[in-house]
T-cell receptor, first 109, second 114 residues
Framework: QKEVEQNSGPLSVPEGAIASLNCTYS??????FFWYRQYSGKSPELIMF????GDKEDGRFTAQLNKASQYVSLLIRDSQPSDSATYLC?????????FGAGTTVTVRA | EAGVTQSPTHLIKTRGQQATLRCSPI?????VYWYQQALGLGLQFLLW???????NRGNFPPRFSGRQFPNYSSELNVNALELEDSALYLC?????????????FGEGSRLTVL
């Protein structure tokens, strides 16, 4: 089993729609969870982090965490063309921050 | 405040040679992480340094090594280069252990092995 698994992409959504990204992780010791966005040819940038069960909202982004199910998700509401990128899920354990392979999102105008 | 800086931006080597990549963390950050991102693949964890010590390493052969200097900068060395080492190498830094522990990435060093 991979340490971090993300729903396979690419994910294509129309402008204004909701993009839903999912991630499961294997390390039960993971304490905090990050979503990074990586534009093509650029380095990853942090967009959300969450460490408590439940939902966390930041603008058009909502992260949802369920530690019992080892599941974290990211919703992008009112998707914009500028949201087109690869989104990386990254649970943090004691000794490292592992990244999923990423889900590439394309927002169609 | 300056971000994480990496050098060189691009590096071309031939098989069997050695490559050295450098990273300067954000001021005040004591942890440095190295990741490999091969074309079309995710970020693979290589090494984590904190306060000058290697804290963890990923599933890479010993020819991947590095160190962290007293000023918290770091270098990654790759010996006996192989073609499959061609990738983008990303360095990231983080503050001393915090609740969130988010990483801040540099722009990367692209290594091409011919």
């Amino acid at each position: 089993q991979k340490e971090v698994e993300q729903n396979s992409g690419p994910l294509s959504v129309p402008e204004g729609a909701i993009a839903s990204l999912n991630c499961t992780y294997s390390d039960r010791g993971s304490q905090s969870f990050f979503w990074y966005r990586q534009y093509s040819g650029k380095s990853p940038e942090l967009i959300m982090f969450i460490y408590s069960n439940g939902d966390k909202e930041d603008g058009r982004f909502t992260a949802q965490l369920n530690k019992a199910s080892q599941y974290v998700s990211l919703l992008i509401r009112d998707s914009q063309p500028s949201d087109s990128a690869t989104y990386l899920c990254a649970p943090r354990g004691d000794y490292k921050l592992s990244f999923g392979a990423g889900t590439t999102v394309t927002v169609r105008a | 405040e300056a971000g994480v800086t990496q050098s060189p931006t691009h590096l071309i080597k031939t098989r069997g040679q050695q490559a050295t990549l450098r990273c300067s963390p954000i001021s005040g950050h004591t942890s440095v992480y190295w990741y490999q991102q091969a074309l079309g693949l995710g970020l693979q964890f290589l090494l984590w340094y904190d306060e000058g010590e290697e804290r963890n390493r990923g599933n890479f052969p010993p020819r991947f090594s590095g160190r962290q200097f007293p000023n918290y900068s770091s270098e990654l060395n790759v010996n006996a280069l192989e073609l499959e080492d061609s990738a983008l190498y990303l360095c990231a830094s983080s503050r001393p252990l915090t609740l969130t522990g988010e990483l801040f990435f540099g722009e990367g060093s692209r290594l091409t092995v011919l």
